[in-house]
């Protein structure tokens, strides 16, 4: 059983950053130092836990007045496929919609713009590199 909870202490924030670390930086190669940035402090984070295990985080930000942006959005690797990165986002979505918020934006790696069309987001740039790899912009009126 699954458990999406949104971070309320420093202790599961750091949790947070261990499965950042795990994908994007021991996984997909990004500089841990571009991973883990100022925006930390602010953004609101998100953690998936099954039985004791933190296994997928995401975060979010308000950028400009009602428009947040979504990053850092991921499973670990042995739990992908079991629908838990949509979960996480409809969790993501329903706090934006708490907030006030009418937009959320985020910038897809190219591979995984399917992933969130399956959540109605569209792309809205040509493709463009960041941290190295592929990603195009996206948002999804809320
Ligand atoms: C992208 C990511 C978060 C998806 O998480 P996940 O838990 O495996 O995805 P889900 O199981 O919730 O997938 C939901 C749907 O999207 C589809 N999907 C997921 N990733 C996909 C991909 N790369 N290509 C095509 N479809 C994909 C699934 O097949 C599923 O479709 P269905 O509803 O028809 O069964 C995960 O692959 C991941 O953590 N990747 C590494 C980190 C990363 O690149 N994050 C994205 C940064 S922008």
Request: hydrophobic fraction near 40%.
């Amino acid at each position: 059983m699954q458990i999406v909870k949104l971070v309320t202490t420093e202790e599961e924030k750091k949790l947070a950053f261990q499965v950042r670390l795990k994908v994007f930086v021991e996984e997909q190669g990004v500089p841990e130092h571009i991973e883990l940035d100022e925006h930390d402090q602010t953004a609101a984070h998100f953690i998936v836990q099954e039985d004791n295990q933190i296994i997928a985080a995401a975060r979010v930000r308000e950028i400009e007045e009602g428009v947040a942006k979504v990053e850092r959005v991921c499973v670990l690797k042995e739990h992908r496929g079991k629908h838990l990165g949509i979960l996480i986002m409809k969790h993501v979505e329903q706090y934006a919609k708490e907030q006030g918020w009418h937009k959320l934006k985020l910038h897809a790696q190219s591979y995984a713009i399917p992933f969130y069309e399956k959540l109605d987001y569209v792309v809205t740039s040509p493709e463009f590199l960041d941290a190295y790899i592929p990603h195009r912009a996206m948002e999804k009126n809320i």
